[in-house]
């Protein structure tokens, strides 16, 4: 299994020549994910799905399923989205998916806070998307929030510490500067490697092999 790093918090997840797509957001250049068999959509904000991106996946991929909470099935009405909530695990070949959580962090009492769901892939890899929602299992991968409305690095950082995982590397990093995301990411990588984890920062179409 590869996870391939795209825009902002779009994550690519491959096994053979199948393809799981998490988050394609309104940062992402339109993709060819051919071959996807599902894509998951953690919240409903538009950094983390767009309907010019949901159709360009489904025309390269019509037959992939599209997962999500509630507050995404309301925001995407135009698209069939297959409801998951917190406990469930779902199949869709050669992934296993498992959601956490069930609601976004807090940005400002002033705001709504929606539905968000975090997702672990084959028991391996673990996206929270806009939550610190710890999953009561361990993690081998975790694709970390770095920058974000919602986010002090230093609660990013007690996340990490919280989830221990065995890799690391950030993702949510399209509203920090260039200077500010390479500290940033020395903070994560300090929390990652303080319990023994390996931290690998991933640009834009770098992959690690799990």
């Known amino acids: 299994m590869k996870v391939t790093k795209y825009e902002h918090a779009t994550l690519v ?16 250049a339109p993709p060819d ?17 767009s309907a010019q991106n949901l159709s360009a996946i489904l025309e390269k991929a019509p037959d992939a399923t ?18 998951v909530a917190a406990g469930d695990v779902i199949q869709a070949e050669p992934f296993t998916l498992e959601f956490f959580g069930d609601k976004h962090a ?37 694709a970390a929030p770095i920058g974000a409305p919602w986010l002090k690095i230093g609660d990013s950082m007690d996340y990490v510490l919280a989830v221990k995982p065995k890799r690391a590397f950030y ?3 399209m ?26 920062p991933l640009e834009v179409g770098d992959s690690i092999d799990l």
């Open 13 to 28: 997840i491959s096994s053979a020549d199948s393809l799981l797509v998490i988050d394609p957001g309104n940062f992402l």
């Open 33 to 49: 994910f051919t071959g996807a068999v599902a894509v998951v959509i953690t919240h409903e904000h538009e950094d983390h799905w």
């Open 66 to 83: 599209i997962y999500g909470p509630q507050g995404v099935a309301d925001a995407a009405s135009g698209f069939e989205i297959t409801v």
């Open 106 to 142: 807090v940005i400002h009492e002033s705001i709504p806070v929606i539905d968000n769901l975090g997702v672990m892939v084959n028991d391996e890899l673990y996206y929270g998307g806009d939550s610190y929602t710890v999953p009561p299992k361990p993690v081998g991968t975790l």
């Open 171 to 173: 993702v949510h990093d």
């Open 175 to 200: 509203t920090l500067s260039v200077a500010g995301k390479s500290l940033a990411s020395e903070r994560l990588k300090w929390a990652t490697e303080k319990n023994g984890g390996e931290y690998k």
